[in-house]
């Protein structure tokens, strides 16, 4: 069964860091680009960053660009959303998934989408 499992998330303060990971089951994670997206309380979904299959060239939205990095271990099959410098704004439900967003990352993506159930994160004091 293909799967992706987000965890990592939970309460931090303004400035503070988290580590998301998304274990992949079913399939191997390198072979599809990866995306992370969010959905904050009222809002609409976005894309936050991506990392391509092909050749591992990422992409970041502006608000998250040079606080988080994404990367993924071939060995864990997992693949990593590390979050530094976190602001209240960041809160939101983290999902990943192997899904298109836009045009920012090249790749293989699946004929059919797979996507976690999401990890709360929220930024608070």
């Known amino acids: 069964q293909v799967q992706l499992v987000e965890s990592g998330g939970g309460l931090v303060q303004p400035g503070g860091s988290l580590r998301l990971s998304c274990a992949a089951s079913g399939f191997t994670l390198d072979y599809y680009t990866l995306t992370w997206f969010r959905q904050a309380p009222g809002k609409e979904r976005e894309g936050v960053t991506c990392?391509?299959?092909?050749?591992?060239?990422?992409y970041y939205t502006d608000s998250v660009r040079g606080r988080f990095t994404i990367s993924r271990d071939t060995a864990k099959n997992t693949m990593f959303l590390q979050m530094n410098d976190l602001r209240a704004e960041d809160t939101a439900v983290y999902y990943c998934?192997?899904?298109?967003?836009?045009?920012?990352?090249?790749?293989?993506?699946?004929?059919?989408?797979?996507w976690g159930r999401g990890t709360q994160v929220t930024v608070s004091s």
């Open positions: 990392i391509s299959s092909s050749d591992g060239s990422t």
């Open positions: 998934a192997t899904a298109l967003w836009g045009q920012y990352c090249s790749g293989t993506y699946p004929p059919r989408s797979t």
